[in-house]
């Protein structure tokens, strides 16, 4: 059986695919949005019905105009509001009335205005969910749709056909991109308008556009986000099967105060962001122009495997350039090999570079410039390369395009051609768009089209990563760093003293260096002789987060008259600078200092969208001068620290130098796991520094720790404080079939594609006939994206997997999508042919059942065709009520109170 919706996302489809549109509030007084929208949708010759509504007309641009929606009496698929803000809840229940289920709410004066828009935007909202109307906007530029002809929007520009979705939350973005973008003939799919997204927000836009055929490739532009986990969710869904790109504004604080006024949402850490996108396979553009060029080079299929580029050239100049935009962008110009040298020699003038840039000179012809670039294609360093060439006397621009259309098509690795000039290089260009060879007018746009390509290979392979808590089986461990945290909670403290900070370390088994309290000079001498000369003295006081900014350190003390100058001339010191603190006495540790340490920084930041957010980088004293840190949203795994520690200038810090042997890269990674460890098991988290963190060739030692906590609402569900879910290891569960063939329950992961393409394909049309009603010739990639790459929270798919002398294989699928209201999902379950009637089904369903008990959700239900008597059995015998569906006698619905 299967849910009542096709696919994900389509829930909100009649918002982008409606037959009919009614205009409320459609106007003839010019410069009116409902002039506007009524002009549009007429010119752009919408291919199904338009019925305007406005009381105040009867015609309105040459067409019979409706008092109110009702009036109609025709079925209407999406209703356009373009009315005043404050009749808006009163329009759209008259929109509820009229049986309509979507709509798209074009008028301002909401969240953005303050107090009072937030009150009508509530009312909006209560209105809608009472009706079940979907809507987009408020305070949105509107839909078009250029293959159904569909223009609803109040923009003078009409996007031309094409396979690029672009969604935005400013209109004005838009209609300027729209503008820009058709006299260089680049189309559009789809052009959506989010506005404020009190409703339907990124997240069901991009389900919606994983599915919908005309989408090959998306733009974003973002301001600000409200729902991140369901943003990650979606984003990393949909850049599994297609190229996304993002562009968002608010990167400097300016820029995050305009975009928050601008659309009420939250706008987080532009770090944190850039972070959230490399996790979810995304491109990011940070300029208008590489926004276009990014889309249109993957949207073409160009890809790349690495990041190192060959340059070739006929003028040294313009070969320079780019070597120098590839350096600002952090590529790497490819370090040709001997023979590719060797070879060079032989095909090119003496007079040649001799080196990366290739320049051929001025006078190549055709046959020598097709030998470099061939040459340097065959290289294993090389990943990529950029042709280049620049008008000459002698040069032969349309002869050296073909030969290098030629070699493009031939070879698997892409060729990016940048034919400087413009009218001589005009017939080229278009040869290279012909043959699908990316072209571009700089050498800069060229490498930035490059780094678009190589930033999406490399952004894949983090999206490919889940990585599972490990602390399951530690749990005590867990429970004892929870009571230190609700111990300080019940006393009001928020701050964690250096003891409770470190004991939080050790739960974890993060390596700690022992800390003492001495409330005396007397008790911190004697405590000193008992650790062994030298030791550390630090400031003991729950108003002192930082001790160094109040000369609270003091380190090296080598004998007990040291350690009593050090309390006296410290807390003259604190006293003076910080008079109102209250000291407890001084902490007390050995010195730890080995000859090969490394200091550094692990810590924890909590970002107002993203929540939690792992860091590293270089510590000690000077941290926020050096200013080196990397950081990722956990969960973590080692291909995901390893690539976090390289992006740090720590990480050349690590290796042997000046006699002192390489750092234990294995026990840094180890520490930043079992951070990320904590951060996913201890939702109360709130900061977390380990500073100095000391790393040698033996291993890691925590010295020092600040941990802030915070209270969390009560209920919370597990892992709701994160914008990525951890892989739920815990519903993993073993057995055996009656016959002693091992099998394994558990939640479906993104590896697992091809296993569940195997097992959908193997299907019988009969068994996929009663799981999809109707037959499903072969699982297409943006279903099995979608079936493998799932938000844990709000959805499960529960596999079953035998183990064969061959090899693990899916036999059956039980999965859940919750529905918007949060309270309630629809279920989907199907076994293979071959393994029906073996109690496959009522494990994977209970289990379903139990998980979404678990999780507090209200009610399951689903559609399963009538002649389905297996599955109705089934629900039977689990508790699920059945009902013939009164608008199909075929289907039964079923549901289940939870």
Not at 335 to 346: E, I, M, P, V, Y
Request: net charge neutral; with cysteine; aromatic share 6%.
């Amino acid at each position: 059986m299967k849910p009542r919706t096709q696919g994900f996302g389509l829930e909100i489809g009649k918002l982008f695919e409606p037959q009919s549109v009614a205009l409320i509030g459609a106007s003839e007084r010019e410069g009116s949005p409902g002039t506007a929208v009524l002009r549009n949708l007429l010119r752009a010759r919408f291919k199904g019905r338009i019925y305007p509504v406005n009381p105040n007309y009867d015609k309105v641009q040459r067409r019979r105009c409706f008092a109110r929606v009702g009036d109609v009496g025709k079925e209407i698929d999406l209703a356009v509001i373009a009315t005043p803000a404050k009749v808006v809840p009163d329009v759209l229940d008259e929109c509820g009335q009229a049986g309509i289920e979507a709509a798209i709410i074009i008028s301002a004066g909401f969240r953005e205005v303050g107090k009072s828009g937030q009150t009508l935007e509530k009312a909006t909202l209560r209105v809608a969910r009472r009706h079940g109307i979907r809507f987009l906007g408020p305070n949105c530029l509107g839909v078009q749709r250029p293959d159904l002809g569909l223009n609803a929007t109040f923009s003078h520009c009409m996007a031309k056909p094409g396979r690029i979705a672009l969604v935005s939350q400013s209109g004005a973005l838009c209609t300027a991109i729209l503008d820009w973008a058709r006299p260089r003939g680049i189309g559009f799919s789809c052009v959506i308008s989010s506005g404020i997204a009190a409703d339907a927000d990124f997240g069901e836009i991009l389900d919606y556009l994983v599915v919908d055929p005309q989408t090959q490739a998306i733009m974003l532009y973002v301001e600000g986000l409200q729902n991140a986990r369901r943003f990650m969710s979606a984003l990393r869904a949909a850049s599994r099967v297609k190229p996304v790109i993002v562009m968002k504004s608010g990167r400097h604080s300016q820029g995050s105060k305009a975009a928050a006024s601008h659309t009420g949402a939250l706008v987080g850490s532009d770090e944190v962001f850039e972070s959230a996108i490399r996790r979810a396979g995304v491109v990011r553009a940070r300029r208008y122009a590489q926004f276009f060029a990014a889309a249109s080079t993957l949207h073409s299929g160009v890809r790349t495997q690495g990041r190192k580029l060959a340059i070739v050239t006929n003028g040294g100049g313009p070969g320079v350039i780019a070597a120098d935009a590839l350096a600002d962008l952090g590529l790497d110009l490819a370090t040709l090999g001997n023979d590719t040298r060797a070879r060079l020699d032989k095909q090119l003038p003496a007079a040649w570079s001799g080196n990366n840039p290739v320049d051929v000179l001025g006078d190549a012809d055709p046959e020598r410039y097709a030998a470099a670039l061939e040459t340097c294609l065959a290289d294993e360093a090389v990943d990529a390369a950029l042709a280049i060439l620049v008008p000459q006397s002698i040069s032969d621009p349309a002869g050296v395009a073909a030969r290098v259309a030629d070699i493009a098509e031939k070879s698997r690795k892409p060729v990016f051609t940048c034919w400087m000039g413009e009218k001589t290089m005009a017939s080229s260009r278009s040869l290279f768009r012909e043959r699908r060879v990316p072209t571009y007018m700089t050498p800069e746009a060229a490498v930035e089209a490059f780094a678009a390509a190589a930033a999406y290979n490399a952004n894949q392979k983090l999206l490919l990563q889940v990585p599972e808590p490990l602390s399951r089986r530690d749990k005590p461990s867990v429970e004892d760093a929870r009571l230190i945290i609700e111990t300080a909670l019940d006393e009001k403290r928020t701050l964690l003293d250096v003891v409770e900070s470190k004991a939080l370390l050790a739960a974890f088994d993060i390596p700690i260096l022992p800390s003492a309290p001495a409330r005396d000079p007397a008790d911190a001498v004697a405590l000193a002789q008992e650790m062994g000369f030298p030791v550390a003295m630090k400031i003991r006081s729950p108003d002192i987060s930082h001790k160094t900014d109040v000369d609270g350190v003091r380190l090296g003390l080598s004998s007990g008259h040291d350690v009593r100058t050090a309390w006296r001339e410290m807390h003259e010191a604190v006293g003076t600078s910080r008079p109102e603190a209250r000291l407890q006495g001084i902490m007390l540790e050995r010195m730890w200092q080995p000859p090969a340490g490394r200091e550094l920084m692990v810590g924890v930041i909590n970002d107002a969208v993203f929540g939690p957010v792992v860091s590293v980088g270089l510590g000690g004293t000077m941290v926020q001068v050096i200013g080196d840190r990397s950081i990722a949203l956990p969960p973590l795994n080692r291909f995901l620290v390893r690539r976090m520690i390289a992006r740090t200038r720590a990480a050349s810090y690590l290796e042997a130098f000046r006699g002192k042997p390489a750092a234990s890269m294995e026990a840094l990674e180890d520490v930043i796991l079992k951070v990320s460890e904590m951060v996913c098991e201890l939702p109360w988290l709130q900061e977390m520094d380990i500073n100095p963190l000391i790393v040698d060739e033996n291993g890691a030692m925590a010295v020092d720790a600040r941990i802030a906590v915070r209270r969390i609402s009560a209920g919370a569900r597990e892992y709701s404080h994160m914008a990525i879910h951890p892989y739920p290891s815990n519903l993993v569960e073993e057995d055996e079939l009656s016959d002693g063939l091992r099998w394994t329950l558990r939640p479906i992961r993104p590896e697992d594609a091809v296993m569940e393409r195997e097992f959908v394909n193997g299907l019988s049309e009969r068994s996929r006939y009663l799981r999809f009603m109707y037959v499903l010739p072969a699982i297409t990639p943006e279903m099995l994206s979608r079936f493998t790459q799932i938000d844990y929270d709000r959805e499960m798919a529960l596999i079953a997997v035998v183990h064969e002398d061959a090899g693990d294989r899916q036999v059956g699928v039980a999965r859940y999508v919750t529905y918007p209201d949060g309270r309630s999902c629809e279920f989907a379950i199907v076994v293979g042919d071959d393994w029906q009637r073996r109690g496959i089904a009522t494990r994977l369903l209970q289990k379903l059942i139990d998980i979404a008990r678990e999780r507090r959700l209200e009610r399951m239900d689903g559609i399963v065709l009538r002649e389905n008597r297996n599955m109705q059995a089934l629900a039977e015998r689990l508790g699920f009520r059945q009902e013939v569906s009164r608008e199909d006698p075929d289907l039964v619905a079923l549901t289940l109170e939870l």
